[in-house]
Every structure is written in C-alpha cells, then in structure tokens.
C-alpha cells in the first residue's frame, strides 16, 4: 500500500503562486509513475503533468510554461510548482502514483484562482 497526503493549496489572484506537495508513505519502492491531477467542477478529471521512470516528464498543454512537476527523493515528496495561476486552473489537485499494477490517489487540494 501507498499513502498519499496532499497539501498547499489555497486561494490566489490571477498572476500568483502556489507549490503543492504530495507525501508518500508505506511501500513506496518501485514506483515508476507519479503525477498530478485536477478537477474542476462539473468536469472530467485531467492530467496536469506526469514523472515516468523518473526522467520523462509531461505537461498539459494548459499549463506548459507555468508549471514544473518535481520528485524529491530524499522527502519522498513530489511537488508542483504553480506559477503565473490564472482563474481557470481553478479546481481540486489530486497526486496519483504508479507501482506495479496499481494506482494509488490522494484525497485532493483545492485551489482557487479569483480576483
């Protein structure tokens, strides 16, 4: 088992920053895909950006330039920095992993981008 423990998100105007951090904890050895999600609301969930095999990274299109996924091995953390928000990154961030078969979420951040 894999535990998932989001935290960092809040409230910002259009143009600030957040760093969103994703805690893992339990058997974290092998895990080869880490990512982050979001939400909005009335709409499907969609991948922001993704590690895989730890080097190739991916972003959405919506968010290429502005924000930078990261693993921090030592805190077996994975972070997303957040930068240049705008209202439409308005939703709730959930971390998802990988390790063998198996899927492992977190519960979710809300972040709220709003003048």
């Known amino acids: 088992q894999v535990q998932l423990v989001e935290s960092g998100g809040g409230s910002v105007q259009p143009g600030g920053s957040l760093r969103l951090s994703c805690a893992a904890s339990?058997?974290?050895?092998?895990?080869?895909?880490m990512g982050w999600y979001r939400q909005a609301p009335g709409k499907d969930r969609e991948l922001v950006a993704k590690?895989?095999?730890?080097?190739?990274?991916n972003y959405a299109d919506s968010v290429k330039g502005r924000f930078t996924i990261s693993w921090d091995n030592a805190k077996n953390t994975l972070y997303l920095q957040m930068n240049n928000l705008k209202p439409e990154d308005t939703a709730v961030y959930y971390c998802?992993?990988?390790?063998?078969?198996?899927?492992?979420w977190g519960q979710g951040t809300q972040v709220t981008v709003s003048s």
């Open positions: 339990g058997s974290i050895g092998g895990i080869n895909v």
């Open positions: 998802r992993v990988r390790r063998g078969g198996t899927y492992y």
């Open positions: 590690i895989i095999d730890g080097g190739t990274i």
